[in-house]
């Protein structure tokens, strides 16, 4: 209303009284510093501090907010709240092991469709999987399985191995890798001539090895092909510390265990004193079912004339004198000791064979007499 006089309020009481005049002497207290402040340093510093402050403040406020948003979401996390599917982490299977059909259930088919389709569900997509210790141990448990088929369902499950990691020119160098630790390496328990022989084949004809890489496992294919089980052992000659010299086609005996040595390898003499202790090895030798050719392939007569007289007694000992079991590679000796298991045809039943592989071969045999 025109000419009406507005009457301020007096406060009402002490203590309002006193924060008013306490809010002023604030008020005046940052004018006058603030006023220092322009005076001592200038407008532009002072706008350019003032600014500065004011900007952290916000960041230090945005920080709490988002603080307090991280707190609010995992207490609804953990009293089961739902996460939005768009926050969710997509997990990636790197393997999927086949499914066997339900109405299939002959155990000899099961195996064979098991061990054919063992490799469609990997991943070639992650090459840290491919290098890992999972495709090591997927590799490791793929090999075992192979135990429950037969010999050409084994090949074809192999080759199609193969064939599946040649996609991808990592895994196909990674899965020849581990053939060859696993089937091909003399101190593998798991190792496997039979099983790596159809690697070799697809390796041979694969297109991502150059002609130069193949060299490699042509040689290793051709060295898996001799003295396969079933064929006949290659005839060689060898001399005896007494200087008379013999073949091995002369020896008589229903079966024959050629031990492969050197002298000095620690590991045949262990050999060498389990099968001179085990009662068993030494009754069917004193009964003439098992003759023991221990020969020595290499160059040093001295060393091994000098340490014969060591080998167990009833041990025929020899050395291959001509040394064409190395420079022809009649047979391939990649560790010492190499042992094969040969019939009384000389034909060999079992190919660098284990100790434990030679004894249960020899024990089953027995079984039936």
């Known amino acids: 209303m025109k000419g009406e006089v507005i009457i301020p309020v007096a406060p009402t009481s002490q203590n309002e009284i006193e924060n008013i005049g306490m809010k002023n002497r ?22 350019v501090i003032l600014s500065g402050f004011l900007t952290l403040i916000t960041f230090c406020l945005i920080a709490l907010l988002l603080f307090a948003a991280c707190r ?23 393997y999927i092991r086949p499914e066997i059909p339900q109405m299939m259930t002959d155990p000899q088919q099961r195996a064979a469709y098991y061990v054919k389709h063992y490799w469609d569900g990997y991943s070639l997509a992650d090459t840290a999987f491919i290098r890992g210790d999972d495709t090591e141990q997927l590799f490791s448990d793929f ?10 369902e084994s090949s074809t499950a192999l080759k199609r191995m193969m064939f599946r990691m040649e996609e991808d020119s990592t895994a196909y160098s990674r899965f020849c890798f581990l053939s060859e630790k696993y ?65 091995l086609s002369q020896l ?38 098992l003759r023991v050719l221990a020969i020595y392939p290499d160059e040093d007569e001295n060393e091994w004339l000098l340490k014969s007289s060591k080998m167990p007694q009833g041990w025929i000992v020899g050395w291959n004198k001509q040394g064409d079991i190395r420079s022809k590679t ?25 100790m434990d592989q030679i004894i249960r071969h020899l024990a089953m045999s027995q079984q039936g007499q």
Not at 26 to 47: D, I, Q, W
Not at 72 to 92: D, K, L
């Open 143 to 152: 090999i075992s399985a192979l135990e429950y088929v037969n010999p050409e």
């Open 252 to 289: 008589k005996s229903d079966y024959i265990l050629l031990f492969f040595y050197d002298p000095d390898c620690t590991s045949c003499q262990e050999f060498e004193r389990v099968f001179s202790e085990m009662p068993f090895f030494l009754d069917i030798q004193e009964k003439g079912i």
């Open 330 to 354: 009649l047979y391939e000796i990649r560790a010492t000791p190499t042992l094969f298991l040969l019939d009384k045809q000389k034909k060999v039943i079992l190919k660098d064979a284990t």
């Open 183 to 247: 089937l091909y390496e003399p101190n593998s328990p798991m190792r496997n001539e039979e099983y790596f022989i159809p690697v070799l084949e697809q390796m041979i004809d694969s297109k991502r090895l150059t002609e130069y890489e193949k060299i490699r496992p042509a040689d290793q294919l051709e060295q898996a092909h001799k003295n396969r089980p079933g064929m006949t052992a290659t005839d060689f000659s060898y001399v005896t510390p007494g200087g008379k010299t013999a073949k």
């Open 26 to 47: 604030v008020k005046n207290s940052l004018r006058n510093r603030f006023e220092y402040f322009v005076n001592e340093y200038g407008t532009y510093t002072a706008a």
């Open 72 to 94: 609010q979401n995992q207490a609804g996390t953990s009293s089961g709240e739902v996460i939005p599917a768009a926050t969710e982490t997509v997990h990636v299977a790197h």
